[in-house]
Structures are given as C-alpha cells and as structure tokens.
C-alpha cells in the first residue's frame, strides 16, 4: 500500500446518505477477484442511464468537480460486507472519505485499502459539502498524523478517531502482514522468551 501521511486535495459532494455498497458497486461487477477495473464501475448505475449514456447530473460526471476526497452524507458503506465497493472506490482514486457514520465492516475494509474514512460531526460534515459544492476549488488537508481535517485558507477544522494500529498501517504503507514483517524481530524475541 501507498504511505498516507498528509493530503491536500479537491473532493467532490456526495450530498447523499445511507450509501450502500451495491450503489457503491453493483452485484454484477463482482465476479472478477483481482481488484484491477472496479473503479471503472463505481457508482456505475448512478453515474450512467440504462441505455448507457452518461448521466450528466452525477456528481462524478461534473467536470466542475475533482479531487481525491469524496464527502458523502451520513451513514456510507452500509448494506452488504463486500470488500469491492474499496476496491471501487480506490481503483477510482479516492483516498479519504468523509462522513459522519460508516458502516463498521466498510470502514475496515475501506482501511485495509488504503482509503481513509474520516468521520466528523454533522455540523462540520455540513460545512464541508456546503464549501465544497459552492466553491468546488476548494482545498481540503488531511493530516493523519495529527488527526485533523481542514478546509485550507479557514479556521474550519476538526479532529477525527482512527484505530492506533491502522494509522501505523496507513502512515507506513503496510497492510496487515507487513506490519508483522515489520515486528518479526519482537515476534522472535516473545517466542524465545516464551521458550525459556
């Protein structure tokens, strides 16, 4: 995985709650298992009609909009358990996502990803979309080692709670077996000390 230390960043408004993963990826992309083209497909039925024409009413599919952030609306990745709508969502580009809740499973799945989910209060959630969709150069920071999410040229910003172990991961790029590969040193030493 990509180190994730710091982000300064466009986003785009997702001004929609209870995002579930089949929106987020559709059941019938899910049959590949390499993680390569799902974000090809992200949103695929919100962001195309269903005579495959682009939907130019999409957030996605407005120009005015770009960024590696998405700020969504309350309650996002609920529904089913699949890893893929991370997938998506990454192989789109998005590293942060923000919302006032996650579904636990996608919030697990969305870091051991590489996407970070900030969760932030529904006041400041609201600043963000109405910022952003006024003024959609604006300039989001992220700092993961501070834990805090800013909107650049203001005052405006909020701290967010990560998981300890999966800030390591993130800062450092590992996922779950190279962060043990990063201990085996420790790991060795318990199990002699174990052993004795």
Request: net charge negative.
């Amino acid at each position: 995985m990509e180190k994730f230390t710091t982000l300064s960043s466009r986003a785009i408004p997702l001004e929609v709650e209870n995002v579930d993963t089949d929106q987020i990826i559709p059941a019938r992309f899910l049959k590949a298992t390499d993680k390569k083209g799902f974000g090809d497909h992200v949103f695929r039925d919100w962001r195309y009609h269903e005579n495959g024409k682009i939907n130019d009413e999409f957030i996605l599919n407005d120009s005015t909009y770009s960024g590696s952030i998405l700020i969504a609306g309350n309650n996002f990745g609920c529904g089913s358990s699949r890893e893929h709508a991370a997938w998506a969502l990454a192989g789109y580009g998005f590293k942060v996502i923000v919302s006032s809740f996650f579904a636990d499973i996608f919030r697990g799945n969305a870091l051991n990803n590489g996407i970070l989910p900030i969760q932030v209060s529904e006041v400041f959630l609201k600043t963000l979309l109405d910022k952003v969709s006024k003024i959609p150069q604006t300039q989001i920071e992220v700092n993961l080692e501070e834990q805090l999410i800013s909107i650049s040229d203001t005052s405006q910003s909020e701290k967010f709670e990560i998981d300890a172990y999966k800030k390591t991961c993130l800062i450092n790029g590992y996922d779950d077996i190279d962060y043990l590969l990063s201990i085996t040193n420790k790991i060795e030493a318990f199990e002699a000390r174990k052993n004795n």
